[in-house]
Structure formats: C-alpha cells, structure tokens
T-cell receptor, first 114, second 116 residues
Framework: DADVTQTPRNRITKTGKRIMLECSQT?????MYWYRQDPGLGLQLIYY???????NKGEISDGYSVSRQAQAKFSLSLESAIPNQTALYFC?????????????FGPGTRLTVL | AQKVTQAQTEISVVEKEDVTLDCVYE???????LFWYKQPPSGELVFLIR??????QNEISGRYSWNFQKSTSSFNFTITASQVVDSAVYFC?????????????FGSGTQLTVLP
C-alpha cells in the first residue's frame, strides 16, 4: 500500500462549489504539506502543518483552507471553487524529528473547476 | 530568499544518449539541502536524491549521477545511456534552514523526452 494517499484522484466541479481534498499517510510523519502544480510550473506551497495543533499559510493560501484532523490526515478545502484553481494538487509528508527535510509526495489530485 | 532556476524547459534526446539537466540555486544560508524529483507521465512525484550543502562529493546511482558545485551554485543531474522510461519532468528543489518552515522551493522543471 502507498505511504501517502490522496482522495479523490480526479475531480471535476463547478464554479462556486465547495470541495475537499483529503490526504492520509502511514509514514508516521509529523509534517504535512499541500502544494499545487500548474502546467509548466513548479510546485507552489499552499499550507503546511508541523503537527495537529500547528497550521501555517504558504505562499498561495488565498482561497484555500486546511484541517489537520489527526497526525495522519490533512485535508485541503476550496470553499468556493473558481476556474483558476484548476491544477494538480499534491500532499507531502516529512519527518518532524529528522533533519533530512526530504518530503515524500502523494500521487496527486487532478482538479478541474468549470 | 530562495530561488531555483531550471533554464532548460524541454530537452529531447535519442535513446542511449547521455543528457544533463541543469539546476542553479540561490540562497543566503550556508546550510541547505538540494533535491531532485522525477514526475513521469502518470503524474506522481518520485524522490531521487537529497544533497547536504556540506557534502560536495558527486553521487552516482546506476545510470544517474549528480554534480554539486557550491562555487557556481549548481546541482546538475546527468542520465547516462538514456532510456525511453526516463521520459519525465524533472524538478530540482532547495530547502534551507532559515526560519522554521523547512519549505521546499521548486524550479519550474525540465521536460525530458527520450526518443526510441
């Protein structure tokens, strides 16, 4: 089984709809991240969390919110989706006790907002 | 501020050719980590390598090798005897220890196409 899973893998929604993307991990990592990838661009950080009680905004948090329900779960919500939020979304995890900083990514969720 | 530049947007080679993907970075920190990730057509991001800023030794793993040069702020990736399965987007990324975010800054990626 994959260490980092994301659901759904693909989603098509309409402008104005609320949508939630979910991420679960079995790696036992404390740190979790949400990124978005737009065509031809690298990844941009949306939100990150160092533990259940710690949530931080990334460089492009406007229009998004997150919830860290447990160490293993980190959800990303779009309260009112808009077409320019069409992108590939990645969840990542990293160990909070290691200095290696390696982030391990989930398979991605492809979101289309019509 | 961190910055990672991958000037090569797309590269196309014929199978068995060697190919080098360039990565240039900027950081004000003396301690940092550099990474390469592979994104095959299926879309997932696969971790390839992490390099500490204090370790300038080149690394070789099978057909892959990495050349880290602090003097030129570069961390280039070479694939020897390329194969069609190497076709993917490759991302270089940087994480420094300034602040507590331990964030990754990604380059814009290089699309590598290996033709049969």
């Amino acid at each position: 089984d994959a260490d980092v899973t994301q659901t759904p893998r693909n989603r098509i929604t309409k402008t104005g709809k609320r949508i939630m993307l979910e991420c679960s991990q079995t790696k036992g990592h404390d740190r979790m991240y949400w990124y978005r990838q737009d065509p031809g661009l690298g990844l941009q950080l949306i939100y990150y969390s160092f533990d259940v009680k710690d949530i931080n905004k990334g460089e492009i948090s406007d229009g998004y919110s997150v919830s860290r329900q447990a160490q293993a779960k980190f959800s990303l919500s779009l309260e009112s989706a808009i077409p320019n939020q069409t992108a590939l979304y990645f969840c990542a995890t990293a160990s909070g006790t290691s200095s290696t900083d390696t982030q391990y990514f989930g398979p991605g969720t492809r979101l289309t907002v019509l | 501020a961190q910055k990672v530049t991958q000037a090569q947007t797309e590269i196309s080679v014929v199978e068995k050719e060697d190919v080098t993907l360039d990565c240039v970075y900027e950081t004000r920190d003396t301690t940092y980590y550099l990474f390469w990730y592979k994104q095959p057509p299926s879309g997932e991001l696969v971790f390839l390598i992490r390099r500490n800023s204090f370790d300038e030794q080149n690394e070789i793993s099978g057909r892959y090798s990495w050349n880290f040069q602090k003097s030129t702020s570069s961390f280039n990736f070479t694939i020897t005897a390329s194969q069609v399965v190497d076709s993917a987007v490759y991302f270089c990324a940087l994480s420094d220890l300034g602040g507590s975010a331990r964030q990754l800054t990604f380059g814009s990626g290089t699309q590598l196409t290996v033709l049969p």
